[in-house]
C-alpha cells in the first residue's frame, strides 16, 4: 500500500469562460435551495456574491483538474479557518471558509461530489489530515460538456510574491504597496499580455507527455495555465531574491527544453555562463578566473561544482550533500574520492579571495540583481510584442532573435554589474541543427531569413523530420486550438 499523500487543493486554480458559467450554475441551485428551505435569514450582501463565486470556481476548478488527473484520485480539502487565514494572499480577498464549505457540502449532498475520507488530527503531524474528495461523473459530464476549452482553467497566482526566511517557514507574507512596487507589477503584467498572446509549446511525442505525467510533471495541464510569471523576492525583504517563476518551461527536465517551439517556431536558449561566480568577483574588485567551476576535477564533474560552488554562496548555514537525482548532480563520496566536507574546502580553497563571502547567503542578494537583469532583457523584447521565455539566468526565444538577444543580454549584465560576461548558445538537437544547416540560417548565412515564418514554412523539403509520426498530432492540435481561443477571445 503507497504511503505517499494525496494533493491538497491548489488555492490559485479558478475557471472562466463556459467552464466557469456551468460552474455557476450549481452556485444559482445553491441559492435557491437555501431560499426555498429557508436556509438563510437575509439576503446576500455584494461581498457574499462575491466569495460565493470565487470560491466555487476555485473548487470546481480543482475537482476537473484532479479528475483529469485520475477519476479515482482524491485530493484534500482543509476545512480549517486557521488554513484559509494563512493562505489569504494566495486565495485573495474573496475566497473564504465558509463559502467554500457550504459550497462543498452542497454538491456533496446532491451527489456531485464524492466524500472519500473525513479528514483528522494527525497526533506526528503540524497540519491534519485532510477531508479527502473527488468529483462524481455526473459533475464532470456536466462541466465538461460541449468539450470544454482547457484554456478555461487558469492560474490566479499574485504577480509579487514575498516570502519569509527559512526559520519562519518561507510563507508568503503581506506587504506595503509602495509607488516602486507597484511599477513593478505594471511591468510584470505588461510582460504577461505578451506571453498570454503567443503559444509556447514542446514538441515531442505524445507519449513522452505520458511519461512526464508518471514523474508527477502534468505538463498537458500547466501547457494551458502556467503562461504566465510572477517574481519571488526572499527573507521578508525585496533585497534578496526577484526572480520570476510560473512559466511551465521552468519546470521540464533542461534536456528537453531544445524541443521548446513558439508560435510553432524553433527556439534557441541563451545563458549567462558562470554568472554568479563574475558577481562575487566584481563586487570585491578582482577579475574572475576564466572558468570558475575548473577546481582541478574531471569535466565530468563540472555540473556537481557549479551547484556546490552556488550553494556556498547562498546558503548561511550547513550545507547538506546532494543526494536527490532529481535536483540535479549527486555527491557520492566514494566517486569523488573525498567527504562532503573536503569536497566544500577543495572548491573553496580555489578561490581564496571569496572566502570570506562563502555561507554568508550573499548570492541572494545577487539573485535581486540577475532578476533585474533579467526582467530588463525580457522587457526590451516585450515592448515590441516579441515572447520571451525565462529560466532564471537563460532565456528561450524564436532562434531568428539569437544575435540581438545575446547583445541585449550581455548589455544588461555589463550596466548592473560593471564587468563582461560570456554568453553561450545551449544545446540544440540534432534535428534542429539539420534543419538550420539545410536552410543555411545560422548566424548570418542566411542574410534574408524572416524570423517571422514558421518552422514549417522553413522545411516543407524537411517532412521526415517534422512529420516523424501521428503522435505529433496532438502538438499541432494544440497551436490550432490557441489561435482558434485567440480568435473568439
Not at 509556447?200 to 498537458?220: M, N, R, T, V, Y
Not at 566584481?282 to 575548473?294: K, L, V
Not at 539539420?434 to 517571422?452: E, Q, S, V
Not at 516523424?468 to 489561435?483: I, M, P, Q
Amino acid at each position: 500500500m503507497s504511503n505517499k499523500i494525496p494533493p491538497l487543493t491548489d488555492p490559485s486554480l479558478s475557471l472562466k469562460g463556459e467552464t466557469a458559467r456551468k460552474c455557476l450554475i450549481f452556485l444559482d441551485q445553491m441559492a435557491s435551495w437555501e431560499k426555498s428551505n429557508k436556509v438563510r435569514q437575509r439576503s446576500l450582501k455584494e461581498s457574499d456574491l462575491k466569495s460565493r463565486e470565487a470560491s466555487a470556481k476555485m473548487l470546481c476548478a480543482n475537482l476537473i483538474q484532479f479528475w483529469k488527473r485520475d477519476p479515482k484520485g482524491t485530493f484534500g480539502i482543509l476545512r480549517s479557518e486557521k488554513w484559509y487565514a494563512k493562505k489569504r494572499i494566495e486565495l485573495g480577498p474573496h475566497i473564504t471558509q465558509t463559502s467554500l464549505i457550504r459550497f462543498l457540502d452542497f454538491l456533496i449532498e446532491r451527489n456531485l461530489v464524492e466524500k472519500v475520507s473525513d479528514g483528522r488530527k494527525h497526533p506526528d503531524a503540524k497540519q491534519g489530515i485532510p477531508t479527502q474528495i473527488r468529483a462524481k461523473k455526473g459533475l464532470i459530464d456536466f462541466l465538461l460538456q460541449g468539450d470544454m476549452s482547457p484554456f478555461d482553467v487558469e492560474n490566479t497566482y499574485p504577480q509579487i510574491i514575498l516570502k519569509s526566511d527559512k526559520r519562519s517557514g518561507k510563507e508568503i507574507i503581506a506587504y506595503q504597496e509602495t509607488d516602486s512596487i507597484k511599477a513593478m507589477d505594471s511591468r510584470i503584467t505588461d510582460i504577461n499580455k505578451v506571453l498570454l498572446n503567443h503559444w509556447a509549446d514542446i514538441e515531442i511525442p505524445h507519449s513522452d507527455f505520458i511519461a512526464l505525467q508518471d514523474k508527477g510533471i502534468h505538463l498537458l495541464e500547466t501547457l494551458y495555465r502556467r503562461r504566465k510569471l510572477h517574481r519571488v523576492f526572499n527573507n521578508g525583504t525585496f533585497e534578496d531574491g526577484g526572480r520570476f517563476y510560473g512559466g511551465w518551461w521552468q519546470s521540464i527536465p533542461s534536456r528537453l527544453r531544445p524541443f521548446i517551439t513558439i508560435n510553432g517556431k524553433p527556439t534557441v536558449e541563451l545563458d549567462y555562463s558562470t554568472m554568479h561566480p563574475r558577481m562575487l568577483y566584481a563586487h570585491i574588485g578582482m577579475e574572475c578566473p576564466a572558468d570558475p567551476y575548473n577546481v582541478g576535477f574531471n569535466s565530468d564533474r563540472r555540473d556537481l561544482v557549479k551547484k556546490a560552488f552556488n550553494a556556498l554562496i547562498n546558503a548561511s548555514g550547513r550545507i547538506q550533500p546532494f543526494n536527490n537525482p532529481e535536483d540535479g548532480p549527486v555527491f557520492d563520496e566514494d566517486e569523488i574520492g573525498m567527504s562532503w566536507k573536503k569536497f566544500l574546502d577543495h572548491i573553496k580553497s580555489y578561490h581564496p579571495k571569496l572566502k570570506d563571502l562563502f555561507g554568508t547567503g550573499i548570492g541572494l542578494k545577487f539573485q535581486r540583481k540577475d532578476s533585474d537583469i533579467a526582467e530588463a532583457t525580457i522587457l526590451h523584447f516585450t515592448k515590441r510584442n516579441i515572447p520571451i521565455l525565462p529560466v532564471h539566468d537563460s532565456f528561450v526565444m524564436h532562434h531568428g532573435y539569437e544575435d540581438e538577444l545575446r547583445n541585449v543580454m550581455a548589455k544588461e549584465f555589463e550596466k548592473k554589474v560593471g564587468t563582461s560576461i560570456p554568453i553561450k548558445v545551449d544545446q540544440i538537437t540534432p534535428d534542429q541543427k539539420a534543419i538550420r544547416r539545410k536552410h543555411d540560417i545560422d548566424r548570418g548565412l542566411y542574410p534574408n531569413f524572416d524570423p517571422t515564418k514558421s518552422i514549417h514554412e522553413l522545411t516543407n523539403d524537411l517532412d521526415v523530420l517534422l512529420d516523424r509520426n501521428h503522435e505529433y498530432g496532438k502538438y499541432k492540435e494544440r497551436l490550432d486550438l490557441f489561435w482558434m481561443d485567440k480568435e473568439f477571445r
